[in-house]
């Protein structure tokens, strides 16, 4: 439980700005830490991800298309593997096609593989 000040009471608010014991300063934990280049992805969905070689826009973001190769989404365009018998090894269907059937998030030019 936070601890009292004296003298604080219920109907009267504490300023917590004139105590210089509740500011953190430099050392603040909630401080926004800053970042050099934003996380972005390649196409105006986020979800879009195609196969290392199907685009030059992808294939700028290996880290990113490491990372769903190892969590198991199948890329954007493809059906995902299905292992029977070791289900634990089976892909989950990428989360554009999901969204977006019959493959209507390759419509848009910004979500075709360039």
Known sequence: MWPFRR???????????????LSHGAC???????????????HCD????HAP?????CDAYPEWQQLRQLWGIAFTGRQPRIDRERPWLS??????????P???????PGNQPG
Request: proline fraction near 14%; aromatic fraction near 6%.
């Open 46 to 49: 986020q979800a879009v991800l």
């Open 28 to 42: 603040d934990p909630c401080a926004a830490v800053p970042v050099a280049t934003p996380p972005t992805m390649p």
């Open 91 to 100: 892909e989950v269907r990428c989360p554009s096609d999901a969204r977006w």
């Open 102 to 108: 019959g493959r209507v998030n390759q419509v848009w």
């Open 7 to 21: 003298g604080a009471r219920i109907d009267r608010p504490v300023r917590l700005a004139a105590d210089p014991r």
């Open 53 to 57: 070689g199907e685009c030059t826009f």
